[in-house]
């Protein structure tokens, strides 16, 4: 399903709450975790599955995403999709780790996000005149 909207986005997320993040690799655990993504995801009170991924990006995520191994990804999103409690508990833990916590903004900073908007498009939130928290990024904060 395309998701060209924050409106969309919220939407998608509440008929589809349950989120996997599965890396190109089959060896996960040397890849980083998407922090746009997650931060996206939690931010909108998503349950987030994934595909381990490398040991420090676990550390970081771990009290918002849900890692598993290829061989147990499977009966880890099972045991969510068969059991909405379990899942509404995912994604209320989940978004209450983030509110209390993290900022998404924070994160995307840490990641070097904002740095690699400002190289490859010439991008700053001065050249925004503080209007980057208007429309799109405003579920960022």
């Known amino acids: 399903q395309l998701v060209s909207s924050w409106d969309e986005l919220r939407d998608f997320l509440q008929t ?5 993040v599965f890396h190109r690799h089959p060896d996960g655990y040397r890849c ?6 997650g931060a996206v995801l939690a931010s909108n009170r998503a349950c987030i599955v994934s595909q381990n991924s490398h040991g420090a990006d676990q550390s970081y995520w771990r009290p918002l995403v849900n890692f598993a191994s290829l061989s147990t990804l499977r009966e880890r ?5 068969d059991d ?11 978004y209450s780790f983030m509110k209390t916590y993290r900022r998404a903004s924070t994160i995307l900073a840490e990641a070097g996000v904002f740095n690699m908007l400002r190289r490859t498009l010439n991008w ?5 005149g503080g209007k980057m928290l208007q429309g799109p990024l405003l579920a960022l904060r």
């Open 124 to 128: 700053s939130f001065e050249s925004m």
């Open 84 to 94: 909405p409690a379990a899942l509404e508990a995912c994604r209320n833990s989940t």
């Open 16 to 20: 589809t709450p349950l989120q996997l």
């Open 77 to 81: 999103l099972r045991a969510y999709m």
């Open 32 to 37: 980083p975790f998407e922090s746009l993504r």
